[in-house]
């Protein structure tokens, strides 16, 4: 489980690249690079049977910032950086499913203000425990879920809609 993140939520205007840098550094290069690290290092020679009998998987922990547009929160470079992650999820679990790995993400609210933390602590659960890949969860306050895949998205572009399956306000 990655679950690693880094913001400062202020106007992207009054970042330097130095913070800029940082912010990227955590929430978009060291889950990509420690996923590959990780699969070069233990989980390439096993080979997909062994790989698949061990559910092996990656749940990457995003936001659904990387979904939906939250206007006047200074929120430009996370969700940028959380909308990354949720393409590097859709793309690993493509390049990884040869090899029986599964990769999912969940992209809740603001946790624990807006989703209990036991509310994603169940979804990492089940994602772990499933056989479900491909997929970023969406967890919103009001109760709605939903999940995105490569599927959904490109259906989603095609129409024109930039947020394929994020609850409406």
Do not use: C
Not at 6 to 29: G, Q, T, Y
Not at 80 to 109: D, Y
């Amino acid at each position: 489980v990655n679950a690693a993140a880094w913001s400062h939520w202020r106007p992207l205007v009054e970042k330097d690249s130095a913070e800029l840098n940082r912010e990227f550094l955590v929430n978009v290069a060291a889950p990509l690079l420690l996923a590959a690290d990780v699969f070069r290092a233990f989980w390439q020679a096993a080979g997909q049977e062994e790989n698949h009998r061990r559910n092996r998987s990656i749940i990457n922990i995003s936001s659904i910032a990387g979904l939906r547009v939250f206007p006047g929160i200074g929120q430009a470079a996370y969700a940028g950086e959380k909308s990354m992650l949720n393409m590097i999820t859709l793309h690993q679990a493509a390049e990884l499913a040869p090899f029986g790995i599964r990769v999912n993400a969940i992209a809740p609210n603001t946790f624990p203000t807006r989703v209990p933390t036991e509310r994603v602590a169940d979804a990492i659960t089940g994602l772990i425990e499933g056989d479900r890949s491909g997929e970023i969860i969406v967890l919103d306050e009001r109760d709605i879920e939903g999940v995105v895949t490569s599927e959904s998205l490109g259906q989603a572009i095609t129409r024109g809609r930039s947020s394929p399956t994020a609850p409406t306000p």
